[in-house]
């Protein structure tokens, strides 16, 4: 889960940094009318409880358009045990962090290595094969993995 946010934090940061008088009274306004959902309708917060699987949430921490408790209470409200939160330091611009991965390749790999392992079966299959995921290393056809290039080879 790459940078979650709810509707009312980012609009309350941007009608905030931008000084519109009642902003966030009028965007949210707007918003109804044309969607018939309130800004504060607008969250992953009540959603993530159905998540199953293991999470990574990766965030920028003082991105300028969300605050950090957003980002924590919709982490600490996955219901899973295998989840990890990942704030990205030095920088406060939001769209870094869709970028960040691609220059730090290693801690996505290091983490669905690690969180996405499962036992095989007595037949050495995963046991829900038909449905796995297809970064699970031991279900998936026998290739090697070079993070540095991205590239696949087997």
Not at 61 to 72: I, K, N, S, Y
Not at 146 to 154: F, V
Request: with cysteine; net charge negative.
């Amino acid at each position: 889960m790459l940078q979650p946010v709810s509707g009312l934090y980012i609009v309350e940061e941007f009608v905030k940094s931008v000084g519109i008088e009642d902003g966030y009274d009028k965007f949210d306004k707007a918003v109804h009318e044309r969607t018939g959902f309130h800004l504060s309708e607008q969250s992953p917060l009540k959603h993530v409880k159905a998540v199953t699987v293991p999470t990574l949430v990766a965030q920028v921490h003082d991105d300028t358009m969300t605050r950090p408790q957003d980002v924590q209470e919709i982490y600490d409200a996955i219901p899973v045990a295998e989840k990890s939160l990942y704030w990205m330091e030095g920088t406060d611009r939001r769209f870094d962090g869709y970028n960040f991965f691609g220059a730090h390749r290693e801690l996505p790999i290091e983490w669905f290595d690690t969180s996405t392992d499962v036992t095989l079966n007595a037949n050495g299959k995963h046991p829900n094969s038909a449905r796995c995921p297809p970064f699970h290393a031991r279900c998936r056809p026998r290739r090697t993995y070079d993070p540095r290039t991205l590239m696949t080879s087997g």
